[in-house]
């Protein structure tokens, strides 16, 4: 489910808090981090939807809010993604399937032609499901994340 600046309720500004916590957000930029209250997460979502398409990951079975997924449009070819998931979601599969879903959607637009994750160099998890799913390293400063991108085929 896509989120826009209308869909601010309660239940969305609670899992904001809920799934931000130090451990998910320990390499993400600062701006993911200390979203303690409702105003914190009132300023990250509207950050967020102002600067990217920002999707909801919800669990089918309980209808919860388990995670985001970012998409920063970079260039009328290129879009940095990125995703996060709560701790409790960590290492049963959901990764996986919001990482494909995103990708299918995507290619479905059939808009761009590469999507660029950055990725911390300690995170083994997200870099083995970033090359299991077809992405490439493409490349990596000094200190900073690694970089990988996912080509589509047969796109413009």
């Known amino acids: ?48 939807v102002s600067e990217s398409r920002l999707f909801l990951v919800i669990d089918a079975e309980t209808d919860t809010i388990i995670g985001f997924v ?17 701790e409790s979601y960590w290492n049963k599969g959901y990764a996986t399937e919001l990482l494909k ?7 479905h637009e059939n808009k761009l032609n ?6 911390d160099v300690n995170n083994l998890a997200s870099i083995k499901l970033l090359n299991k799913l077809g992405f ?11 970089f990988y991108e996912y080509k589509f085929i047969n796109h413009n």
């Open 101 to 107: 879903g995103m990708i299918d959607f995507v290619n």
């Open 136 to 146: 490439t390293k493409s490349f990596q400063k000094e200190n900073e994340p690694m």
């Open 1 to 48: 489910m896509e989120a826009t600046s209308h869909t601010t309720d309660s239940v969305l500004i609670m899992a904001i808090i809920k799934l931000l916590t130090p451990k998910v957000v320990v390499n993400l930029p600062p701006y993911f981090k200390n979203i303690n209250s409702i105003l914190d997460a009132q300023k990250w979502f509207e950050k967020m």
């Open 114 to 119: 590469r999507l660029i994750a950055g990725v």
């Open 70 to 86: 970012f998409i920063f449009i970079e260039s009328s070819t290129d879009a940095h993604i990125g995703y996060l998931l709560g």
